[in-house]
């Protein structure tokens, strides 16, 4: 099954929406972009889902410090962040697939899944 042809406009749209991160949810889609913010705290690098369905990634603090791992929110609760930006936005359905698309990328490991070693 091919999936249906997307321009990258819906990405420029987005960063652009999003880009001074006022909310957790304008910074998950920066992430899942893999986009710099021009604010900081902001969410960094890739994701990981915890046996207990938290997603957990890098976080950048207003120092610069970064923190490897925090739960940034249930797995419900940023595909909810995500559907209301694409809401927001209002990408259709073939730009609104890609971006769920980069959302499942974002994430690396699901410790959900049987037969996963734990993160050390």
Partial sequence: MSLPQ???GWKATLAQ???LNKNEGESLILAILNISPRRVP???DTAAITEEG???CG???RDGHLIPAIAIGSVDWCRD???R???REKLNDVDRLALFIEFQKWIV???RAAGKANLQ
């Fill in 59 to 61: 976080f950048k603090k």
């Fill in 85 to 87: 930006i694409a809401d």
């Fill in 54 to 56: 938290m997603v957990v």
């Fill in 81 to 83: 962040q995500v559907r």
């Fill in 42 to 44: 902001a969410f960094a």
């Fill in 109 to 111: 490991v699901d410790l």
């Fill in 17 to 19: 929406a999003c880009r």
């Fill in 6 to 8: 997307t321009n990258t």
